[in-house]
Structures are given as structure tokens and as C-alpha cells.
């Protein structure tokens, strides 16, 4: 197939670091290209590039075989090129409609608003990536999934042939995710082509055609998909081998007392659950997006009202009502979102560390001493600890935020997907830190939306439908299937 | 850009910008009879002090209330109310309703309950009580002014005592270095710029943001309380309808110091010379007679300038 896209010796610094140093990429019509690597190797600054909403330092681009120059996104947009963030760039409080034709260059608007038009010409748009609501729908009203597919119909509504989304299922359940795949499919038949930057490799080997590796902000190869395999592109991606599964941990024999007893929680999201957490278990929580994983942390962590059932911390009834009425009580959390509810962007990576554990004066040597252990122990890298936590990497950010927890030390921790959209190197430091944890003696409690994860790193695996305990697992006898099947609703409610 | 070239810290940068405003006003001060600048004589420089003294200690309480990520519209009526209630005081004239800086610390407490425990916008609650409190200072008043006077009374020692340059601007300077120290060097201090940096992430740590809240909305009105004080000794009177728009200098100073209006960023350091800044203008447009509305357009494009040098910076 012809080439629709060719990048070439594309650098960019940003201070003295080099984010791309001669990395280029080649996408044909029609294809679906995997742009990999780990965080900070330079993925999404290259897709940023292409989209014209980063200028590159040097290189050359050519579009349909022609030298071309992007400036701005609108050049990008000019040209058919489409971008979607991994945050979506939308406005949550105008209709579906309003978002896809703002400053569109195929709709020309002028002076007063037309629905009617903007209606007529969303229509045949939103039916391509099948979208089954009307352009008159507030996007706010709408899941995640579906407006990333108004995204979707943004871009190509500007008469997109390259379509570049940054890792788009970061956020979406499995179902959901299969609703994209489709639609990318869909897509891929009409001759659009696609970047799709991704840490996922199961979706790398279900959609795409070829994979370019990044690292360090090199090229480092560009394989057809076919002719490879997920443990030959992690190694190209890391440098280094690395196992994906990992010994089963043995199911529990003889715990303690438990540290948590929960029994017959309801929350406004939850309805009944019981289990118990004892001393050195991970407790697996799986479940699809909005099964209630993240709603059980909440009504721990005392973030959400309790409105039936029991928590019991080491035996006595404990109902924490503030977060810091539960870090009283042993038990932390923390967050799925690490930008919008752990960090302080503008705050260093030491304060963001020391936030919840310093009391009365700051006493900088006394933190520094506390922190530089843990950093060692994360293997978190920082030019410095007085840089702002938003110069690091996704992968480090996490850790900067687990610190902060290992630093107030509570004895049950919520770790709510804390691996989540970092790079594998930086999930194996996390998974390390997991396994320690329990070492210790503390009662951890793992949420996650990847089963693999889940079955690596938990005792036991506690399956969320809805809001209803779907099943409970050992982890000996827990298998992919099994999960999905109870946390789809498809077995009986029994434990 | 290269790394190379060192990108210089908030403070440094409002520092220059005074730096070239005194620069200014030393180029452009009339000379005195014995050919010395007038401006850069001791009791000009003083006096530049003492002025900026009041606007400046509000401006210290404000800092903290903007870097929370709210603001504080009310401390004008604040120092209104402080200075009606002292002359009161001071001249058993009225109701003889008590003084204590007590009062105005709860009714910056009050601001604070209602922004934290009710949600409500603080724009929104700190203009209703700018507009409640100034109500309440000239009903007690009857909207009149209460002379302190020139006698040999206690009312006319305290404002003799009150007045008086080392103490305006001793106390200016105490507080802005307690200030400074509780925003830089104490938790409590890093608890308040986490909160306007991300309060949800503050919330998912734990920490105590009403408490927070309410305390830097106390210390807000507890500031133009004893504000207030000055302003009447300065004065020599009681004023319900003084301090009309100082909530907006003080704004002004603040975010001219680098601190940013919603909040996360800032310091108190780069207040102070957002204070001075404002200070030395004024001095170096009144000792060369412009007229105070020239001085009102003049200010207002240093404003506009002085942030969109320091933005503009920050970002390239």
C-alpha cells in the first residue's frame, strides 16, 4: 500500500533533555501502526508533532509523498490529519454536535447558532463510528467511552486520512474497548490510517498491522505485528527481558485475624458486599468500569457515605467519615486519577511526597532523610526533589504518589489501579512494591482493570458486578475466563 | 530555549521589575534645594513605608486566601468596620460596643465556614459581607465619622502612639516576617498551597482543608482588623466608609508579586514587592504632581504590564 505518511530525523529537546533525537516513522494508507514504548521514551511527543500541536526542533515530514510543514494543528488539520489525547480535548457542557463542528474547517458557522445544520451535518459522522446518540446530547452526559468516540467523529468530520489516538483504552472498560476496536476496523476498511500509541500488547496484536518501538527517544525497530510476539516487542521496548505473568502467589494458609472486616457494605454504588482482609494479603478487587472497584476505596477511605453493612478495623466497628478520619484508623488510599486526585502539579516531587505524613514545622534535612530511602526502594528517578512532580514521567509521578503512602505507612493500604497507563518498567517496580507490602504484614487491597495484573499480584481476587460481590477467588484457582465471566454478571452471585 | 540560559525564579523576577520602577522614580524625582534627589531622601523613603503599611498587611492575609484558590473581598469593610468600632471605643461615643481584634478574626472565620462548609464560591461569600459588613459599620456609626481628636485623652495617646512611622512600619515588617514564615516554613503553610494547587487531590491526602480554609480567611480579616487600628490613628478618626476598594489594591499587590489567582503559586516575599511596587509609583507620580486620576490610569497599566512580563516569561 502507498505511504501517507513519512516522519523523518525528527528531534526535540526540552531544556537540556533530548525527547526525540532522529526518530521518524512511516504509516501507509489503510494501516493501523502501533507507536510503542515506555513512558518518556517519546510517543506522545512524536504524535504531537505529527499533530502539529508540538514544533519539532528538526526533521522533515511528508505527507502523500510531499515535503509538508506543520505548524500549528490547524496546518495538521488541513491536511487530514487528526489527533486524539489521551485526555480528551472536549467541552463537557456543549452538545455532541457543538463539539464536532467548533472550529471546523469543513463547517463554516457565522453569527447565530443553527442545530439544525449542525445536526444534518453530524449525522453521517456519528453513524461511522456508531455512535447511537443524537448531536443535540450534552457530551457531559455521556461515558467515557462513548466521547472518545465523539472525538473519534470530530476528526474525521475534518476529512481525517491519518488518525493518531494516544492511548485511547486507558480509560474504557473492555466492552467498551471492543466498541473502539470495531470502529477502528471499520475505519481501517475505508482506507483511513491510524497511530495508535498504546502500552497494551493484547490490543497491539489484535488491531495493528505494524509496531514502531521507541526508546530514549530513538527508533529502535519497526515490526510487522504478524511476524512477532508481545515478549519480542516488551523486550525491544525495555531493553531487557521481563517475565509478563510471574509466579501465582500461593492462596492463603493460616492468615491472622483480619486487619478489615467488611460485611454487608452499601454505599450508594455498593450494595452488600462482605469480605475480610487479613495481614499480608493482597485482596485482588476486579470488576468492568463501574462495577463499583474504585466506590469500595471511596466508602474505606471515607470519601462516600455508608449507608448499611459494617467496617471493622483489627475487630473494632469503624465508620471513617473524612480521609482523615481514615488515616486515623490505618487505612490509605490510592487514587486511580494520580493528575486530577494525588498530586499537586505545581508542588515538588518532595513536597508531594511528605503532603499527608509532616505535621508543624517543615524541617527540609529531617524530609530529605525519610524520602531518600523510599526513592531508592521505588527506584524513582528525578532530576531533582525540588523539580515539580509534572517534570516526570507517568511511571514516576506514580511512584512519587506511592511513596507519599509508604511514607504515612498505614496498615491497610487501597491501591487503586496503580499501575495504570505507566510503563512496564516502572509496573514491575510497583508490582515489587505490592509484594513487599504484604511482607510486611500490611493488609493491601489491589483494584485493577488487568486481570493479568490481578492474578500476578493478589492472594485472593474479590469480583465486583454492578456494585454486588460477583464471586470471591483463591488465586490458585482463578483463571482470565473465570474473572470476566463473573464480573460480566454471566455466573451466579455465590462465593 | 537551552537549558542553558537560567530561567529565574518568581521572586527574582518581580524584584527586577521594582528594581526598574525605583530605577524610575529616582531618574524622574525633582531635585530639592540643596540639588539631592527628593526621592531617595530618608524621609521620602519612610514615608513610602509607611504608606504601603496598611494595603500591605491586608495584602499579607490575601496571599494566603488567593493561594487557597479564593478570595477575600470584604477586608475593606473589615478595616472599615475596625476603625469605627476603635474611635467608638476609644471616645465611649455610642453603644460603647467593646474592641477587640477577637471580633474581626471570627468574622473572617465566618467567611471561611461559609466557603468550606457550605461551597459556596468565595468571591460570592466575601462580597456579600463586603457589602453586610460596611452596613454594619455606619448603622453603628450612624454613618458618621468619630473624631478621635487632638486632646490629652487616652483616644488622642493612642492615635499619637499609633501613628507613629517606626511602629506602622515595625509592625508591617513584624508581620510580613510571620507570614512569611508560616507560609514558607510550616506545614500549615504547604497544607495551603496544596489546597489551591488541587484541592481534590488535598482531600484524597487527608488534609485538613476546612480548617485550613477557615484559618486563612481569619487571618485575613484578623489583618485588616489591625489594619483598620492604623487607619485610625493615622487618621485620627472613626470612618465607616473608609477603606473603600482596598480588597482591590491588595489584590492588586498580590497577584503584581507573581502569586497566581488560582491559587497553588505564590509567596509572600513576591507580595511584598508587589506592595512596594505599587508603593514606589504612587510616590514617584505624587512627587512629580500628576493627578491621582492620571496615577489611577498609570497603575492600571502597570498591572497589566507587570503580569503579562512575568507570564510571559513563565511560559517561553
Request: charged share 20%; glycine share 10%.
Amino acid at each position: 500500500m502507498p505511504e501517507l505518511l513519512r516522519a523523518e530525523s525528527i528531534s526535540k529537546r526540552y531544556g537540556g533533555v533530548y525527547a526525540l533525537q532522529g526518530a521518524g516513522l512511516s504509516v501507509a494508507e489503510g494501516e493501523i501502526h502501533a507507536l510503542l514504548g515506555e513512558n518518556g521514551a517519546g510517543k506522545s511527543t512524536l504524535a504531537k508533532i505529527i499533530a502539529g500541536s508540538v514544533r519539532p526542533d528538526s526533521g522533515r515530514i511528508f505527507f502523500r509523498g510531499a515535503p509538508v510543514s506543520i505548524r500549528n494543528p490547524r496546518d495538521a488539520q488541513r491536511l487530514g490529519i487528526g489527533i486524539i489525547y489521551q485526555e480528551l480535548d472536549l467541552f463537557p457542557n456543549l452538545t455532541i454536535g457543538e463539539n464536532i463542528v467548533i472550529g471546523n474547517r469543513s463547517f463554516q458557522e457565522k453569527g447565530f447558532v443553527d442545530f439544525a445544520r449542525i445536526e444534518f451535518f453530524c449525522g453521517p459522522v456519528l453513524d461511522r463510528v456508531g455512535l447511537g446518540r443524537g448531536a443535540r446530547e450534552l457530551v457531559a452526559s455521556l461515558p467515557i467511552g462513548q466521547a472518545q468516540l465523539v472525538a473519534l467523529a470530530r476528526a474525521l468530520s475534518m476529512d481525517a486520512r491519518l488518525i493518531l489516538m494516544d492511548e485511547p483504552t486507558s480509560a474504557l472498560s473492555d466492552d467498551a474497548a471492543a466498541r473502539l476496536f470495531d470502529v477502528i476496523g471499520a475505519l481501517k476498511r475505508s482506507g483511513v490510517s491510524i497511530v495508535y500509541v498504546s502500552h497494551k500488547m493484547d490490543e497491539i496484536f489484535r488491531i495493528c498491522d505494524r509496531a514502531t518501538v521507541l526508546r530514549d527517544g530513538r527508533v529502535i525497530a519497526t515490526e510487522e505485528v504478524a511476524h512477532t510476539t508481545p515478549e519480542a516487542l516488551i523486550r525491544l521496548m525495555v531493553g531487557r527481558e521481563l517475565s509478563t505473568t510471574g509466579d501465582r502467589l500461593s492462596s492463603p494458609v493460616n492468615f491472622p485475624a483480619p486487619l478489615l472486616s467488611v460485611s454487608h457494605l452499601t454505599t450508594r454504588k455498593l450494595r452488600d458486599v462482605t469480605f475480610d482482609l487479613h495481614p499480608g494479603e493482597v485482596l485482588g478487587v476486579a470488576g468492568l468500569v463501574g462495577a463499583g472497584r474504585s466506590e469500595l476505596g471511596a466508602a474505606l477511605f471515607g470519601l462516600d457515605r455508608i449507608r448499611g453493612g459494617e467496617i471493622r478495623v483489627r475487630g473494632a466497628a469503624a465508620h471513617p467519615r473524612s480521609p482523615a478520619a481514615a488515616m486515623r484508623l490505618g487505612i490509605g488510599l490510592l487514587p486511580e486519577d494520580r493528575k486530577l486526585e494525588g498530586l499537586m502539579m505545581d508542588m515538588s516531587v518532595a513536597e508531594n511526597t511528605t503532603i499527608a505524613a509532616s505535621r508543624g514545622l517543615i524541617r527540609r534535612t529531617r524530609e530529605e532523610a525519610a524520602i531518600e530511602p523510599l526513592y531508592a526502594r521505588l527506584a524513582l528517578r528525578s532530576p531533582s526533589w525540588s523539580a515539580p512532580v509534572s517534570a516526570l514521567s507517568g511511571g514516576n509521578q506514580q511512584k512519587a504518589l506511592l511513596a507519599r503512602w509508604l511514607l504515612v505507612n498505614p496498615d491497610i493500604v487501597f491501591l487503586d489501579d496503580p499501575a495504570r497507563g505507566i510503563d512496564v518498567g516502572a509496573k514491575q517496580d510497583i508490582y515489587r512494591i505490592i509484594g513487599e507490602l504484604a511482607a510486611a504484614g500490611k493488609g493491601v487491597l489491589l483494584a485493577s482493570s488487568e486481570l493479568p495484573e490481578l492474578l500476578r499480584c493478589s492472594h485472593r481476587i474479590l469480583v465486583l458486578n454492578e456494585g454486588r460481590m460477583a464471586a470471591m477467588f483463591d488465586a490458585a484457582e482463578a483463571t482470565q475466563e473465570k474473572i470476566m465471566a463473573a464480573a460480566s454478571g454471566a455466573v451466579a452471585h455465590d462465593r | 530555549m537551552t537549558g542553558k540560559r537560567k530561567r529565574l525564579p518568581g521572586d527574582a523576577r518581580s524584584l527586577l521589575a521594582l528594581a526598574g520602577i525605583v530605577l524610575l522614580a529616582i531618574v524622574f524625582s525633582p531635585a530639592a534645594s540643596d540639588g539631592s534627589r527628593i526621592f531617595l531622601q530618608a524621609g521620602n523613603l519612610t514615608d513610602i513605608l509607611r504608606q504601603i503599611s496598611i494595603i500591605g498587611i491586608i495584602s499579607l492575609g490575601m496571599t494566603l486566601v488567593i493561594l487557597t484558590g479564593g478570595i477575600d473581598l470584604s477586608v475593606g469593610s473589615i478595616l472599615a468596620l475596625s476603625t469605627s468600632l476603635a474611635a467608638m471605643w476609644l471616645t465611649g461615643a455610642g453603644q460603647e460596643p467593646g474592641y477587640g481584634l477577637r471580633i474581626f478574626y471570627a468574622l473572617g472565620a465566618l467567611n471561611g465556614a461559609a466557603v468550606a462548609a457550605l461551597d459556596i464560591q468565595p468571591f460570592i461569600v466575601t462580597l456579600a459581607s463586603m457589602i453586610g459588613i460596611r452596613g454594619l459599620a455606619k448603622w453603628l456609626t450612624h454613618n458618621a465619622n468619630i473624631d478621635i481628636g487632638f486632646g490629652r485623652d487616652v483616644a488622642a495617646a493612642f492615635a499619637e502612639v499609633f501613628r507613629r512611622k517606626p511602629l506602622v512600619i515595625g509592625s508591617y515588617a513584624a508581620l510580613a516576617a510571620v507570614f512569611w514564615a508560616l507560609l514558607a516554613r510550616t506545614v500549615f503553610g504547604r497544607h495551603v498551597r496544596a489546597i489551591g494547587d488541587n484541592e481534590t487531590a488535598a482531600r484524597y491526602a487527608g488534609l485538613p482543608i476546612r480548617r485550613v480554609k477557615v484559618i486563612v480567611y481569619a487571618l485575613s480579616g484578623l489583618l485588616a482588623g489591625f489594619a483598620g487600628v492604623l487607619y485610625a490613628a493615622e487618621n485620627h478618626q472613626g470612618n465607616p466608609n473608609a477603606g473603600v476598594a482596598y480588597e482591590l489594591d491588595a489584590i492588586a499587590a498580590v497577584v503584581i508579586g507573581g502569586t497566581r489567582l488560582s491559587g497553588g503559586k505564590g509567596s509572600i516575599t513576591g507580595t511584598i514587592v508587589g506592595t512596594l511596587i505599587m508603593g514606589v509609583l504612587t510616590n514617584m507620580l505624587r512627587l512629580n504632581n500628576v493627578d491621582s486620576n492620571v496615577e489611577m490610569m498609570v497603575k492600571a497599566v502597570i498591572i497589566v504590564l507587570a503580569v503579562a512580563v512575568q507570564r510571559q516569561r513563565r511560559t517561553d
